[in-house]
């Protein structure tokens, strides 16, 4: 394989991304991989691999509410804390 060849190569490799999921697919049947991805062929399931996808949008849309709460609780309780502060130091 030439330098060029190679990189061309490389090159497309980088503008897919591979996703965890289809890395699981390789471990589990390198074949089923094979089979959807080069060869084309597509799952019998389609319906229930969009429906787990859907799932897993939403569950991500959950997580990143649940942390931005954490992070204005965070705040709101350092903001509280810096008023006690500032209180207990301006009556002392």
Known sequence: ??????WV???HMSERTIRASEIVEY?????????SRVAG??????????EGTVQHA??????RRAVFARYVAYLLVFVAVSIF????????
């Open 1 to 6: 394989m030439t330098a060029v060849s190679l």
């Open 27 to 35: 471990v589990y049947c390198r074949r089923a991989w094979w089979l």
């Open 41 to 50: 062929y597509s799952a019998d399931n389609v319906e229930v691999l969009h």
């Open 85 to 92: 502060v500032f209180l207990l130091v301006r009556g002392a």
């Open 9 to 11: 190569k490389l090159e």
């Open 58 to 63: 939403n569950h991500g849309q959950r997580l």
